[in-house]
């Protein structure tokens, strides 16, 4: 029975260290909440949609409001995935339950450069 209980405690350990976090940069009228800087943690949604706190500068009414989906840059660590922040303008529609989709920027990593010099 110990055996059993340390397997299963190992199993949830192991999961939630290899489980992907996903923040997003906060904006003032945007992503995170408003008047804060930094980074806000997103909650999984569905497959690759993800939800975080936002500025909501109109709040739902009676009638039927549909999320919208956001794509957002990303980049990509060990356990994070730290995405940019967006902006929500009042031409683009109403704001309410805004989406954020994570869009993976590859890191560009400088390629070595080999310098030969002739000598005389």
């Known amino acids: 029975m110990k055996k059993l209980i340390l397997i299963a405690a190992l199993i949830s350990i192991a999961g939630s260290v290899t489980a992907q976090q996903v923040t997003i940069s906060r904006e003032a009228i ?10 806000e943690n997103a909650t999984k949604w569905s497959n690759d949609v993800y939800h975080a706190p936002q500025f909501m500068p109109g709040y739902p009414t009676s009638a039927t409001l549909f999320p919208r989906i ?14 940019k922040g967006y902006n929500w303008t009042p031409d683009m529609g109403r704001g309410e339950y805004l989406m954020i989709h994570p869009i993976i920027i590859p890191e560009i990593t400088p390629t070595p450069v080999i310098v030969i010099t002739k000598q005389k």
């Open 30 to 39: 945007g992503s995170g909440q408003p008047n804060a800087s930094g980074f």
């Open 70 to 83: 956001v794509d957002v840059q990303c980049t990509k660590t060990v356990t994070v995935l730290k995405c």
